[in-house]
């Protein structure tokens, strides 16, 4: 029996998808769809070498964002809450 092949690959062969844009202070924001890769550049140029490199030169991975895109690198990451500074303080008397 022929096994059927899938037409596309493996989501962990798959190129990550990054999106391109601008923030409310003109500066490149690049971000995967993750939120866990992705920087701030001063132009379009550094900001899809920036993509190129981290999809092994392969440019079709980034999305074009029109408008304000604000970089957010916490959406992806759990960022553990910190006790507010008057406990801490409240914590180390006691």
Request: glycine share 8%.
């Amino acid at each position: 029996m022929k096994q059927e092949r899938s037409s596309e690959p493996p989501s962990c062969l798959q190129s990550p998808l990054f999106m391109v844009g601008q923030d409310s202070h003109g500066n490149w924001v690049v971000q995967d769809q993750s939120g866990t890769r992705g920087g701030l550049f001063v132009d379009r140029l550094d900001a899809l070498r920036y993509v190129r490199a981290e999809n092994a030169n392969r440019t079709q991975a980034y999305v074009a964002v029109s408008g304000v895109f604000e970089l957010d690198m916490s959406r992806g990451i759990r960022i553990p809450r910190q006790q507010p500074l008057a406990e801490v303080r409240r914590s180390k008397v006691a």
